[in-house]
Nanobody, 116 residues
Framework: QLQLVESGGGAVQAGGSLRLSCAAS????????MGWFRQAPGKEREFVAN???????TYAASVKGRFTCSRDNAKNTVYLEMNNLKPEDTAYYYC??????????WGQGTQVTVSS
């Protein structure tokens, strides 16, 4: 069982940066694949990025080159560094934990708003 708490969201202008954090409780954090997802108003939730237990990362095409996902297993925390933010990045961002493509635990989310 993992509990996930996101932080770091906020409002920025286009071109700005934010770093989201997701702190996890539980001693097995390092074994999970950690993912980031987002949901904009009126749209379905979409995959943003993930990082495997070994540190390999995958990104959605829309964020590749701008976002970086990393993890610190000693701190039970996963990060999403977001650079060159665009208005279309505005969404509620969630972190999730699971194995392969199946996510079992979800955080409550944090709002990211990018103004033009």
């Amino acid at each position: 069982q993992l509990q996930l708490v996101e932080s770091g969201g906020g409002a920025v202008q286009a071109g700005g940066s934010l770093r989201l954090s997701c702190a996890a409780s539980g001693r097995t954090f390092s074994t999970y694949t950690m993912g980031w997802f987002r949901q904009a108003p009126g749209k379905e939730r979409e995959f943003v990025a993930n990082i495997g237990s070994g540190g390999s990362t995958t990104y959605a095409a829309s964020v590749k080159g701008r976002f970086t996902c990393s993890r610190d297993n000693a701190k039970n925390t996963v990060y999403l560094e977001m650079n060159n933010l665009k208005p279309e990045d505005t969404a509620y961002y969630y972190c999730a934990a699971g194995f392969l493509a199946s996510y079992h635990f979800w955080g409550q989310g944090t709002q990211v708003t990018v103004s033009s």
